[in-house]
């Protein structure tokens, strides 16, 4: 038998007939991808499903806050198709963290991330999430990523 834990495996998918088919609005590609490898290993077949997931766009997705400044951070949700409408359905945030989504203006969404003053938090990194609705109804989380520094 055969070693070809080192074979070299090559996938090729055109990202612009993904988009394509993806604009047309079911946010769903099937298909088979075809996989070729090294002259030792026989090509093969396997089925796919490519999702669209991402139907926004982060304003900021690291954020520095420094653990002496108590104002609010904003970030802001741009949906990434026009005429879509995104909503946030749900916020989550580490312990030491106020967060709060502001009214939708023009289609964008504002989250506004704060430092709980009545807690001590460390300096590192923590995580904020929203889960987000497009207007077909999908669902995706945005995560951002906070550095607290001294």
Do not use: C, W
């Amino acid at each position: 038998m055969e070693n070809h834990e080192t074979a070299e495996l090559f996938a090729r998918l055109s990202v612009q007939e993904v988009r394509s088919l993806l604009d047309s609005g079911d946010n769903k590609l099937q298909g088979t991808l075809h996989i070729s490898g090294n002259k030792e290993m026989e090509p093969v077949e396997m089925k796919v499903e490519v999702f669209q997931r991402d139907f926004y766009r982060l304003s900021q997705y690291l954020v520095t806050v420094s653990k002496n400044v108590s104002e609010s951070t904003l970030i802001q949700i741009y949906p990434e198709k026009e005429n879509d409408n995104i909503k946030i359905l749900d916020l989550q945030a580490e312990t030491g963290f106020i967060v709060a989504k502001s009214e939708e203006i023009d289609g964008i969404q504002t989250i506004s991330i704060k430092l709980d003053s009545e807690k001590e938090i460390k300096t590192g990194y923590y995580t904020v999430t929203a889960k987000i609705e497009n207007s077909n109804g999908n669902q995706n989380l945005a995560r951002i990523t906070i550095n607290v520094s001294e």
